[in-house]
């Protein structure tokens, strides 16, 4: 009986001299069906990968220990004995090297190490303690009891990961034979594969093994590389790499980027990557390594038809991706990309720390030179043209050796640092490029001078923007993520063109800055910005767009008239037509006030045919308006049911309404179109428009000229909050019927902070109710 017992042990102690290649349970006692082994002792069989159990990773926790020191032919009568054992309660770590108790006494005196145990087994005998595992090391054994059966598992397989953990790290860590550490590696990644724990730390372990192995490694063969690379794959199916190894995939990739590797083994990675990283801000070597992936790709022969494929495979054949992390991803990886074409050149211009530097962790405030804001501007085309702006493709001719682009610098020190705020938006800790290349008065001219390589990225990942304004579903939140940054491409423009033409509020509204003192893309296209090549047909355009949706208002009207209205005027004379009627509306709404100004405005309108008519029917409007509002006429009007948009207008047009302040369109067919009609009425105070098609696009137009209107009736309409917000800037209401609209609960909040007069009020059948 004592021989089969240590048959057990000898048996447990030979498979562990074995290479690292085994199956993950090794406590299996093969000899427990010998003849000699006594009846009272019953291994348990081991919970394997394929049982369905899983088990978080155990780093530490409260169990009783007892310690018994023999020899090993003593232990089965040891076990079968009827006497009770003394148990110690301890809290018991599991570091990476040894078994060590909180409280260092009794049996726990000294640290257990993995190094020293030679054999771990579950294990059960009659008549005795339950719910064991058996730690024998070399004169005794280690009991540890746990509460039930789960947790007795949960230790056992925690302690064997451990353990073998801790031989692969000081196996790999001085490698001999190459071929032998292949299998290892192999052998590891089984393992780890295998195991019934459940933890982040069950795969990373392993990588970050590898990754310290490659690191300290660097010589190897390129076939080296992708073996290992193919060996830890699987691992990678789950996990994004760790930073180490992302910085050798990095290599792999610049250096052999036409490897199989980087089609079959990273891409999904990347992909993985991208739909499901939070914050690359935590681990930029993650987008690093998406970036030079990307490179890679359109190093093939086909070039960006490839990275094309791959943009298409991150948002999937249907109308809207699934996935809502990828574009905020790719938007990071382009942007970052992008910014490090012009760090070198940043760099030296402020003494700023490098992206290599922040990545490290260095942030430490040099003496810093003072920042000199930067305008980039388009060179004057010579013959032949300039490589300014490269249309990339994969079959383009190799770039030039460098890249010329005129910039303009500011000398004045301190406006320079007032215009001057580093906030980095997102995780990144990098300056927006915008930041670095600020618009500023003209004083002198030099030249950035960028590498061929460094504009080949700009033009990839400018292409991929491109690609990614393709998608309508994509479009607004790519909208809102891209920040105004000036950089001399034909494909960014393509975006801002995708942009303008898009008839959805979010995403053309985005055009314009979100914060005061930034300038947006509506700025930099118009004639005099920063990125205006096109003698301002993109910013014809955005115009356009922006006054035809929801933007017909007069506070639009006057920052054009403030900010822009010599581009306006001068894109008029040359016969734009949406900017003729930009200025037509600037006089019809009398937002300019200076006569000379005005004067040169109706100039300008009879400079062209197009601005001369529109101009006549303005002078025409105009007498139609002031025989409109000569005083007179009924002070009270109901229109019969039934009644349209067309009926009103008619109406109007009949007479002197000048005097009229009651309105009542209840019930009719009148729709937005009809507030042109209803604003030429100076006297109006109340208006009723119950139960009629009247909407949001009408009562942005209505808050902005009937200032003197108290009583306002929206029952049963189809307005929203996008419309009810804007009769906050109505202060003369003081009677307000929103019942059966769409309004909500945090609209008429705000509406009654910033209504002082609101007195009766009806939001029955609301959500505000």
């Known amino acids: 009986e004592e021989e089969g017992g240590g048959g057990g042990g000898g048996g447990e102690t030979r498979r562990e001299s074995k290479p690292l290649l085994g199956e993950m349970s090794e406590g299996n006692n093969n000899n427990s069906s010998k003849p000699g082994a006594g009846p009272a002792r019953r291994p348990l069989h081991h919970c394997s990968a394929g049982s369905g159990m899983r088990y978080k990773l155990l780093h530490e926790g409260d169990i009783q220990v007892c310690v018994v020191k023999h020899p090993r032919t003593f232990l089965s009568k040891i076990l079968t004995s009827k006497f009770l054992r003394r148990w110690e309660p301890h809290h018991l770590t599991l570091t990476d090297g040894s078994l060590t108790s909180a409280t260092p006494t009794g049996y726990m005196e000294t640290s257990l190490s993995y190094s020293s145990i030679e054999d771990l087994q579950l294990l059960a005998w009659d008549n005795a303690p339950k719910y064991c595992v058996q730690l024998s090391f070399p004169g005794g054994t280690v009991l540890?009891?746990?509460?039930?059966?789960?947790?007795?598992?949960?230790?056992?397989?925690?302690?064997?990961?451990?353990?073998?953990?801790?031989?692969?790290?000081?196996?790999?860590?001085?490698?001999?034979?190459?071929?032998?550490?292949?299998?290892?590696?192999?052998?590891?990644?089984?393992?780890?594969?295998?195991?019934?724990?459940?933890?982040?730390?069950?795969?990373?372990?392993?990588?970050?093994?590898?990754?310290?192995?490659?690191?300290?490694?660097s010589n190897l063969s390129s076939q080296d590389h992708e073996n290992i690379i193919v060996a830890i794959a699987p691992l990678l199916e789950n996990n994004h790499p760790p930073p180490d190894l992302c910085e050798f995939f990095c290599k792999h990739c610049r250096e052999r980027p036409r490897s199989m590797v980087v089609i079959e083994v990273f891409t999904p990675v990347v992909q993985r990557i991208l739909k499901h990283n939070m914050d690359f801000g935590k681990c930029p070597r993650l987008r690093l390594f998406t970036q030079e992936y990307i490179l890679a790709l359109n190093e093939l022969n086909a070039g960006m038809e490839v990275v094309k494929k791959f943009v298409h495979s991150m948002h999937g054949p249907t109308g809207q991706c699934p996935h809502p992390r990828v574009l905020p991803n790719l938007v990071a990886v382009c942007l970052a990309a992008i910014y490090s074409c012009y760090e070198e050149f940043i760099n030296s211009r402020d003494n700023s720390p490098s992206l290599k530097e922040i990545r490290n962790g260095c942030q430490q405030q040099n003496d810093r030179k003072p920042p000199m804001p930067l305008r980039l501007l388009r060179p004057e085309p010579p013959t032949p043209p300039p490589a300014t702006i490269l249309p990339l493709s994969a079959n383009n001719s190799p770039p030039p050796a460098t890249v010329e682009i005129l910039v303009e610098l500011e000398r004045n020190n301190n406006t320079a640092n007032a215009k001057r705020k580093a906030a980095p938006a997102g995780g990144d800790s990098e300056p927006n490029l915008i930041d670095c290349l600020l618009v500023s008065p003209a004083v002198n001219t030099l030249s950035i001078q960028?590498?061929?390589?460094?504009?080949?990225?700009?033009?990839?990942?400018?292409?991929?923007?491109?690609?990614?304004?393709?998608?309508?579903?994509?479009?607004?939140?790519?909208?809102?993520?891209?920040?105004?940054?000036?950089?001399?491409?034909?494909?960014?423009?393509?975006?801002?063109?995708?942009?303008?033409?898009?008839?959805?509020?979010?995403?053309?509204?985005?055009?314009?800055?979100?914060?005061?003192?930034?300038?947006?893309?509506?700025?930099?296209?118009?004639?005099?910005?920063?990125?205006?090549?096109?003698?301002?047909?993109?910013?014809?355009?955005?115009?356009?767009?922006?006054?035809?949706?929801?933007?017909?208002?007069?506070?639009?009207?006057?920052?054009?008239?403030?900010?822009?209205?010599?581009?306006?005027?001068?894109?008029?004379?040359?016969?734009?037509?949406?900017?003729?009627?930009?200025?037509?509306?600037?006089?019809?709404?009398?937002?300019?006030?200076?006569?000379?100004?005005?004067?040169?405005?109706?100039?300008?309108?009879?400079?062209?045919?197009?601005?001369?008519?529109?101009?006549?029917?303005?002078?025409?409007?105009?007498?139609?308006?002031?025989?409109?509002?000569?005083?007179?006429?009924?002070?009270?009007?109901?229109?019969?049911?039934?009644?349209?948009?067309?009926?009103?207008?008619?109406?109007?047009?009949?007479?002197?309404?000048?005097?009229?302040?009651?309105?009542?369109?209840?019930?009719?067919?009148?729709?937005?179109?009809?507030?042109?009609?209803?604003?030429?009425?100076?006297?109006?105070?109340?208006?009723?428009?119950?139960?009629?098609?009247?909407?949001?696009?009408?009562?942005?137009?209505?808050?902005?000229?009937?200032?003197?209107?108290?009583?306002?009736?929206?029952?049963?309409?189809?307005?929203?909050?996008?419309?009810?917000?804007?009769?906050?800037?109505?202060?003369?209401?003081?009677?307000?019927?929103?019942?059966?609209?769409?309004?909500?609960?945090?609209?008429?909040?705000?509406?009654?902070?910033?209504?002082?007069?609101?007195?009766?009020?009806?939001?029955?059948?609301?959500?505000?109710?």
């Open 450 to 769: 960028l590498p061929a390589q460094a504009d080949r990225v700009l033009g990839c990942f400018a292409l991929i923007l491109k690609m990614l304004s393709d998608y309508d579903d994509w479009r607004p939140a790519l909208a809102s993520l891209l920040q105004p940054i000036p950089f001399p491409k034909e494909e960014l423009k393509y975006v801002i063109q995708r942009f303008a033409e898009d008839p959805r509020q979010e995403v053309h509204s985005c055009l314009l800055s979100v914060r005061s003192g930034k300038d947006g893309w509506f700025q930099l296209y118009s004639p005099g910005g920063v990125a205006c090549d096109d003698d301002g047909e993109l910013f014809a355009s955005m115009v356009h767009i922006l006054m035809g949706s929801c933007y017909k208002t007069k506070k639009f009207l006057l920052s054009l008239a403030e900010n822009k209205l010599g581009p306006c005027m001068l894109l008029a004379l040359r016969g734009n037509q949406t900017m003729v009627e930009i200025l037509c509306l600037m006089l019809e709404y009398n937002i300019i006030e200076n006569k000379d100004t005005q004067l040169q405005i109706i100039s300008t309108l009879e400079s062209t045919q197009v601005g001369l008519r529109m101009y006549e029917q303005l002078c025409d409007r105009q007498r139609e308006l002031k025989e409109l509002q000569r005083k007179g006429g009924p002070t009270r009007l109901t229109l019969p049911s039934k009644s349209t948009d067309a009926d009103l207008a008619r109406l109007l047009s009949s007479g002197s309404f000048g005097n009229l302040e009651n309105l009542s369109l209840a019930f009719t067919n009148v729709t937005s179109a009809c507030a042109e009609q209803l604003i030429k009425l100076p006297s109006l105070k109340q208006l009723n428009l119950w139960s009629t098609q009247f909407g949001d696009a009408g009562l942005r137009l209505l808050s902005e000229h009937l200032a003197c209107l108290q009583v306002l009736n929206l029952c049963e309409t189809p307005v929203t909050d996008a419309g009810l917000l804007a009769l906050s800037s109505m202060k003369s209401l003081c009677s307000l019927n929103m019942n059966s609209t769409k309004l909500t609960a945090d609209t008429y909040e705000d509406l009654k902070a910033k209504l002082p007069n609101l007195k009766d009020v009806d939001v029955r059948y609301t959500e505000a109710w």
């Open 144 to 217: 540890l009891q746990a509460a039930n059966s789960y947790l007795r598992d949960q230790w056992f397989h925690s302690l064997q990961w451990k353990k073998k953990i801790y031989k692969y790290r000081k196996v790999l860590n001085n490698p001999s034979r190459w071929d032998v550490v292949l299998k290892e590696i192999r052998a590891l990644v089984d393992m780890a594969l295998s195991s019934p724990l459940q933890d982040e730390s069950i795969h990373q372990a392993p990588l970050h093994i590898i990754s310290t192995l490659l690191a300290e490694n």
